[in-house]
């Protein structure tokens, strides 16, 4: 492990990778100059690489693991390990994920449609589960990478080929060569399009997303709570027993306790315990009902736990189903227009041509803000996984391994962002909504908004599909297939 700084602050231990790799290039420059030792130190006294003698799983003898702790974009802090036995030249290399477990869940979906898509860099931790729809494949956790698509789905094919060549049964090996057949037209473009997924508990995977409008794909992140399974898994299940009672019924602000019969009052805060997705401990959600004039009645949810310092808040609508969709269409043109109220469900499509801004249905999950707080929370949720390399969003600059294109074209995008919410440029919003449940404020009503644009549209058979709706029955569902099947022998009766 690295010496202790001798200094009171906290020493850096995860530097940016380029940052580590001029540090080492000046120390082996003014080796050649001076002596050995500046070579193995960095300016701080630091050593750079640190290794330590390891049992090779090959031979039994002893090989040299050497440790380099480094931040990379996207991945945060990680330790990158690298062995070497000088006496059967055995080698193997591994990444670790060395940042914190997130309070919740990640999971990423992407329909990838062209080429380029290909190059996306994604990062997948050792506790991820990685699918490929369309293969009907997927890969358990394991061994983490720092990759691209098209690395990923290489990978997946020359295992695949491997597999085969060990496998004995003809079957069997009919079907891994089919697989493999299919994994090499995605990488040829031949197969557009197919989507990937990312399943990451620990909430440290990523998937690259573009910085301009998803026209030719479908890019969707949503976070989750963690199921008490996960949580044991990532070793996080509560080992205190804690004796709080956690089936109680909810309670007013009061401390009265609700039942099931009782109406529900706008007016009043009610509680009512939980599990504390982050730790397990038992804690507490507070509910609201509020009254958005012109709109309907939503639930602002918010839960907060005293053991681990777990927040969280969501907001519900109810109602029935409507038949068509919703298009909210807002022109900001003014400072005042930044603080117009926003709900944004869950199924909720966010986009804004001028600012090159697509939010699909599921991220952010829902929010009831202002404009500027939507706009503000979308910039800071990405520059945190784009940047994030001094643990300062704000202030961060791009990271080293981002190419030049992809550093102007993410400076365009964060730029424009910025002189929106500072009410300098003027742009459009529009919130596409297939339950009809978003909502913008109008600061007219009941009188029409100029800047406010509502309509109907049809759903998609798409949005159909995502929401289950082609599958719900609301008609007959009393019968059941042996009914369905007489009807169909006897259609006189």
Known sequence: MPPTATSTSRPNLFEDVGKKVEKLSLDQHDATDSSEETAEADGDGQRMLDEIESLCMNCQEDGTTRLLLTRIPYFKEIILMSFYCPHCHFRNNDIQSAGQIQQQGCKYVFEISDMESL?????????????????????????????????????????????????????YRDI??????????????????????????????????????????????????????????????????????????PSDATGKSISINDDISPDEVYSFPASCPGCTRPCVTNMKMVEIPHFKSVIIMSTICESCGYRSNDVKTGGEVPDKGRRITLAVEAAEDLSRDVLKSESCHLSSPELTLSVQPGTLGGRFTTVEGLLTQIRDDLRSNIYDMDGRPHTSTPGDSLDEGTKSKWGIFFTSLDLAIKAEKKFTIILEDPLAASYVQSL???????????????RT???????????????GYEEGPQDKEEQVENPSN
């Open 176 to 249: 891994l060569d089919s697989v493999r057949l299919k994994g090499e037209q995605m990488l040829n473009g031949e197969a557009f399009p197919f989507t990937l997924e990312i399943d990451d508990p620990a909430g440290n995977s990523f998937i690259e997303p573009s910085a301009t409008l998803e026209a030719g794909g479908k890019y969707v992140r949503s976070d989750y709570d963690r199921t008490p399974q996960q949580n044991e898994e990532l070793s996080l299940t509560d080992t205190t027993n804690d004796a709080k009672d956690v089936n109680h019924l």
């Open 119 to 171: 190059s996306r860099q994604i990062v997948r931790s050792d506790t991820a589960v990685v699918r490929v729809r369309e293969l009907d494949l997927e890969i358990p956790p394991g061994q983490g990478q720092l990759t691209n698509i098209e690395g990923l789905l290489r990978g997946i094919v020359d295992g695949l080929t491997q597999q085969a060549q060990v496998v004995e049964l003809p079957e």
């Open 444 to 458: 007219t009503a009941p009188d029409p908004d100029p800047q406010l644009t509502i309509e109907s549209y049809d």
């Open 461 to 475: 058979d798409e949005e159909e599909e995502d929401l289950g709706l082609k599958d719900m029955k609301v008609e």
